[in-house]
């Protein structure tokens, strides 16, 4: 979502706040709070690059205080998962049938990036959907490249990863 509403404007006159200087020569409570947030959203983007702030993306789904109310949220959330390797997160949406026993992640692997190809079904009311995605990666200095079409199931209101073709 993109934060639309207008400038603040404080007694009348525009306020722009640009430093930390400004902020003890103007200390007004709401405008910090949304500069805070703000600043969030440029230096805290998603890592599964939604271009929205990771506190307002994946970052709720991951802390379980949201479930992921679409396959491709869940495909996002999951990426976002591998990418800060919380294996447990990955394991708890991974469909019993399919899921391992465990998961090592490697730990030298850095993700660089995820990009949604296509999404067929997988909606809040669906029961089935595929996320086709790219996910990009760096070992060892050697850079990788993942294509693959996801399934997701839904049961009991939470979307599950099922299985996926490499493509
Ligand atoms: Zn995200």
């Given at each position: 979502m993109v934060d639309e509403r207008p400038p603040l404007d404080i007694e009348g006159t525009s306020i722009r706040i640009d430093s930390l200087d400004a902020w003890n020569e103007h200390p007004i409570p709401d405008i910090k709070s949304v500069r805070k947030s703000e600043e969030s959203t440029m230096l805290n983007p998603?890592?599964?690059?939604?271009?929205?702030?990771f506190d307002d993306c994946c970052g709720p789904h991951l802390s379980a205080r949201?479930?992921?109310?679409t396959a491709e949220a869940l495909m996002r959330s999951r990426y976002s998962a591998f990418a800060t390797g919380q294996a447990d997160y990955l394991l708890a949406t991974w469909h019993p049938t399919t899921r391992p026993a465990t998961l090592t992640l490697e730990p030298g692997l850095r993700w660089l990036g995820l990009k949604i190809l296509s999404t067929e079904a997988g909606g809040a009311t669906d029961q089935e959907g595929w996320v086709t995605f790219v996910a990009r990666s760096k070992l060892q200095g050697r850079a990788q490249r993942l294509q693959e079409r996801s399934r997701f199931v839904r049961e009991h209101g939470r979307w599950f990863y099922l299985d996926g073709e490499l493509g």
């Open positions: 998603c890592l599964c690059g939604s271009g929205r702030p949201t479930i992921a109310p």
